[in-house]
Nanobody, 115 residues
Framework: QVQLVESGGGLVQPGGSLRLSCAAS????????TAWYRQAPGKQRELVAS???????NYQDSVKGRFTISRDSAWNTVLLQMNSLKPEDTAVYYC?????????WGQGTQVTVSS
């Protein structure tokens, strides 16, 4: 069983920045697919950004140019740097890793963008 622990969420004003972290109990570089999802109240969970083991990155159109997904080998964490945040970015954010043993989710971290 792989444990994922997220952190970094909070309340931020529009235009502000946050960095989300997802610490894994197994090497993140063993995952063949890593992603961040989000779910706003009353909406379905949606893919925000993803990175494959080979390093191929994809973003949802609404976050391109503002969010950056990366992997930190020193801390074995997956990061999501979020800049120029908008109220519509408000959601619970989840990290998601796919290993050969299965798919794993973090517990979620709340991001609220509001003045």
């Amino acid at each position: 069983q792989v444990q994922l622990v997220e952190s970094g969420g909070g309340l931020v004003q529009p235009g502000g920045s946050l960095r989300l972290s997802c610490a894994a109990s197994l090497s993140i570089f063993s995952a063949y697919y890593t992603a961040w999802y989000r779910q706003a109240p009353g909406k379905q969970r949606e893919l925000v950004a993803s990175i494959t083991r080979a390093g191929t990155i994809n973003y949802q159109d609404s976050v391109k140019g503002r969010f950056t997904i990366s992997r930190d080998s020193a801390w074995n964490t997956v990061l999501l740097q979020m800049n120029s945040l908008k109220p519509e970015d408000t959601a619970v954010y989840y990290c998601n890793l796919h290993y050969t043993t299965g798919e794993y989710w973090g517990q979620g971290t709340q991001v609220t963008v509001s003045s």
